[in-house]
């Protein structure tokens, strides 16, 4: 299977908070991101932790990471129409940090 | 207005041409990617560089090739030899190798 594992559709109500889920398996992987992928564009680079962080709060963006289940989630508080589309998890390895290793990204539909 | 540019945004070719998409970036980053994105396949690595004159294959590199005579440029060449080339191609640059930030990409079409 993928390195890194993410569900493939999430769909909320508008003002609803999003959980976007990711697991990877690689438990010296030293950064983990969340990108945003809007229909026919680039990648853009929403936030990321470091391995040795368990929080860290954006704005309206959450990000909790659980080192000992390697899992990484994503939570987006009130969700609005503009959050949707497809966001991407991905980890650097330790010793390679100039590689990611890719999820196959979450299509999130936020519905008014 | 600085950022990754990547040109042209839409490509078509017939089959057996060689064609090359640019990017180019006014960041000053040292390292830049490229990557094939397929529907459901995430983001696969084709090549990338961390220094000028410098690059490596990445996990998909046959039928591709890349220069990097400049810092600011990582032309990519889709040759004849890669057998299914139609896909949409992403460019990154880092500067610390750790963040990657990435152009709006170019959607090649082979017929």
């Known amino acids: 299977g993928e390195d890194v594992e993410q569900s493939l559709f999430l769909s909320v109500r508008e003002g609803d908070s999003s959980v976007i889920n990711c697991t990877y398996t690689?438990?010296?992987?030293?950064?983990l991101y969340w990108y945003k992928q809007e229909p026919g564009a680039g990648l853009q680079l929403l936030t990321y932790?470091?391995?040795n962080m368990d929080m860290k709060q954006d704005q309206r963006l959450t990000v909790l990471l659980n080192k000992k289940d390697k899992h990484l989630s994503l939570r987006i508080a009130d969700t609005q129409t503009g959050d949707s589309a497809i966001y991407f998890c991905?980890?650097?390895?330790?010793?390679?940090?100039?590689?990611?290793?890719w999820g196959l990204g979450t299509s999130l539909a936020v519905n008014p | 207005d600085g950022g990754i540019t990547q040109s042209p945004k839409y490509l078509f070719r017939k089959e057996g041409q060689n064609v090359t998409l640019s990017c180019e970036q006014n960041?000053?980053?040292?390292?830049m990617y490229w990557y094939r994105q397929d529907p459901g396949q995430g983001l696969r690595l084709i090549y990338y560089?961390?220094?000028?004159?410098?690059?490596q294959k990445g996990d998909i590199a046959e039928g591709y090739s890349v220069s990097r005579e400049k810092k600011e440029s990582f032309p990519l060449t889709v040759t004849s030899a890669q057998k299914n080339p139609t896909a949409f191609y992403l460019c990154?640059?880092?500067?610390?190798?750790?963040?990657?930030?990435f152009g709006p990409g170019t959607r090649l079409t082979v017929t």
């Open positions: 991905a980890e650097s390895r330790g010793g390679n940090n100039r590689k990611l290793i």
């Open positions: 560089s961390q220094i000028v004159n410098d690059f």
């Open positions: 932790i470091f391995s």
């Open positions: 960041l000053n980053h040292d390292a």
């Open positions: 690689d438990s010296s992987s030293t950064y």
């Open positions: 990154a640059s880092s500067a610390t190798g750790h963040e990657q930030y």
